[in-house]
């Protein structure tokens, strides 16, 4: 009950908060996301870090696909042949 307490009063001061910085502040903060989430460095370590936690989870899969309950690995198998190898799900290439 405590943590919901908190989250609630955190929602209740952003909220007051946001409302106090008015539209103009927010549109500056979102510029300013935008901008960085374009910057092409952010974009290349940001798909660098998708594709080599893919690698990742598929060693993982690997090495405990004989623990893994036989219907949780056949979905993991018919995702991965859902989705090509040369795109991942936001549509970017993986190079």
């Given amino acids: ?3 919901r307490l908190t989250f609630i009063a955190g929602a209740a001061v952003g909220y007051v908060f946001g409302a106090r910085a008015g539209r103009e502040r927010y549109e500056a903060l979102r510029k300013g996301a935008q901008r960085i989430a374009q910057n092409p460095v ?3 370590t940001a798909e660098a870090a998708a594709v080599n936690g ?3 989870a598929t060693r993982a899969f690997d090495k405990a696909a004989d623990r893994i309950p036989a219907s949780v690995a056949d979905r993991v ?3 991965r042949e859902q989705r090509g190898d040369d795109e991942d799900e936001w549509g ?3 190079t």
Wanted: hydrophobic content about 25%; overall charge positive.
């Fill in 42 to 44: 952010v974009r290349n």
């Fill in 1 to 3: 009950m405590r943590y």
């Fill in 54 to 56: 893919r690698s990742l």
């Fill in 92 to 94: 970017t290439s993986n």
């Fill in 77 to 79: 198998r018919s995702l």
